[in-house]
């Protein structure tokens, strides 16, 4: 089977592997450079916790498969299951918590309480005013800079043609399959894989398939690099969307944080996000309440990225609902970044044998216009 996959992020090129594997001949078109968009935007969280829980049993998926990474793609993503901290400052958060551990417990996600006394002997210098968290210990981080790269190079060597810088002009559609016009060529395909980010939805929309769905950029930054002593990722349980921060120190020691910063509308023509250091110091006050010695280390750099956020915060998965042959991943809503393997392997699952093992029913593409 001949597959074309738009869009060249996590998503597209993990399917592209995973369409490899099973003796697909694939062509990834990506208008930027592979791993551009919201991958390399994104904080690099490898987390369950938090979820809508429909999600979890493409998370735990995917988390199996980040743990085989390095083996599967030959060269270190940087997957480092150290842990998932939560951390809870009042007693509303710690309701919701403990809500939503009892409810994910049948998902197969099992949370650990931890008390004052607890985060302090195992996280010194974490959140000294918090009065519990959640520990999910499987849970980790991986390079959002490596990811990308790594599973095209290892789909172009499953054979897979990886094609950068293309601008799509036309998509056509016939019987006999799909014809993609680009900037770099015409390329057809018996199927197309939409996995085209923020974009995606205008590629939906082309089939008939409308999906109310926002591009937006969040706000990250790095620090100076620091004696290594933060192990797990650290975010909180909040209702309050001003204290939503989160950070992990990474091997060289470097803190990266995001959070606390309302995410910008970005303009998909050209599609470039900023970060506005103007809401730095805000969201530096979020984060110094996780970790308050980052209010003495300097901030070297920040950045960000084109996500795109769908109505109802889940992402846009499976088959078509006007066209044979088509398929979607996209609008992963800003937390697709430990999905990513597992998108790639259910996408590669589906259109290669026309059924998938994970339960994909409520991320279908006609949901929102089943509610209309």
Request: hydrophobic share 45%; aromatic share 8%; proline share 5%.
């Amino acid at each position: 089977m001949d597959v074309i996959v738009l869009g060249g992020g996590l998503m597209g090129t993990a399917s592209a592997y995973f369409l490899g594997r099973r003796g697909a001949r694939v062509t990834l078109i990506e208008r930027n450079r592979i791993g551009t968009g919201a991958t390399i935007a994104s904080f690099g969280n490898i987390r369950r916790t938090g979820r809508h829980l429909a999600q979890l049993p493409l998370a735990h998926r995917s988390l199996r498969l980040w743990g085989e990474a390095e083996k599967m793609l030959g060269r270190d993503v940087e997957f480092r299951a150290t842990g998932h901290i939560r951390l809870i400052f009042d007693e509303g958060s710690l309701a919701d918590m403990r809500t939503y551990a009892e409810a994910a417990r049948p998902w197969g996600l099992e949370l650990e309480e931890l008390g004052p006394r607890e985060i302090r002997v195992r996280f010194p210098g974490l959140g000294p005013e918090a009065i519990a968290a959640s520990f999910s210990p499987h849970d980790g981080s991986g390079n959002p800079r490596l990811i990308a790269p790594a599973f095209a190079e290892a789909a172009r060597k499953l054979g897979a043609e990886i094609i950068e810088d293309a601008e799509v002009e036309t998509i056509g559609h016939a019987g006999s399959g799909f014809v993609i016009a680009t900037s770099k060529g015409a390329f057809g395909a018996e199927c197309l894989l939409n996995a085209a980010g923020a974009w995606g939805a205008r590629i939906a929309a082309g089939f008939g398939e409308e999906v109310p769905l926002d591009a937006r950029g969040p706000q990250m930054g790095v620090t100076e690099p620091l004696p290594h002593r933060i192990l797990p990722v650290v975010g909180i349980w909040t209702r309050d969307k001003d204290y939503g921060a989160y950070l992990r120190q990474v091997e060289r020691g470097n803190i990266v944080f995001g959070g606390a910063a309302e995410r910008v509308s970005v303009n998909l023509d050209p599609g470039h996000a900023t970060a506005d250091s103007i809401r730095l110091p805000v969201q530096l006050r979020a984060v110094a309440r996780l970790l308050p010695a980052i209010a003495r280390v300097a901030v070297i750099r920040t950045w960000s990225g084109c996500e795109g956020y769908v109505r109802d915060m889940l992402p846009v998965m499976g088959s078509s609902a006007t066209t044979p042959g088509l398929f979607h991943a996209f609008g992963f809503c800003g937390h697709g970044f430990q999905l990513g393997p597992g998108v790639g392997d259910v996408m590669a699952e589906l259109i290669m044998t026309d059924r998938c093992e994970t339960p994909l029913e409520d991320f279908r593409i006609d949901r929102f216009s089943r509610a209309a």
